[in-house]
């Protein structure tokens, strides 16, 4: 028996006139019990609806080809990303920064996005 059918059974019970085992099921250990905390147990266990985020990898900051500097590869990639040349300090900032942190130095979320692809395209050795 579990709590679900000890609750029909206070159903059944209750319509037929039989209060005494409505209240001998309403008073047993059960019900007084308080109710498990899902999140305490759930906190360990690995949800099957989320899959776990993987390591992120070092991103590798390639070195600057022929002439690169931040302000030249923000002026040749466009869309308005050299209004943000000031946003970043070095070569290597602009390889590293991840797309939060662009958002937190005020760089709109278009602008991000081509920056963030434009960068990855350089890795893998296409020049803007």
Not at 70 to 80: M, S
Not at 106 to 113: E, K, L
């Amino acid at each position: 028996w579990g709590p679900f059918s000890m609750l029909a059974a206070v159903r059944r019970a209750v319509p037929l006139g039989m209060p005494q085992i409505a209240r001998c099921v309403a008073t047993s250990a059960w019900a007084r019990a308080p109710a498990p905390d899902v999140d305490a147990i759930m906190k360990g266990t690995p949800s099957p609806f989320k899959p776990r985020r993987k390591r992120e990898r070092a991103k590798t900051v390639p070195e600057p080809r022929h002439g690169m500097t931040v302000e030249v590869f923000l002026k040749r990639i466009g869309k308005g990303c050299d209004a943000y040349i000031d946003k970043f300090a070095s070569w290597d900032e602009l390889f590293t920064l991840r797309g939060i942190d662009m958002k937190s130095k005020d760089i709109p979320i278009a602008q991000r996005r081509w920056i963030l692809r434009r960068t990855e395209m350089y890795r893998q050795n296409h020049d803007p």
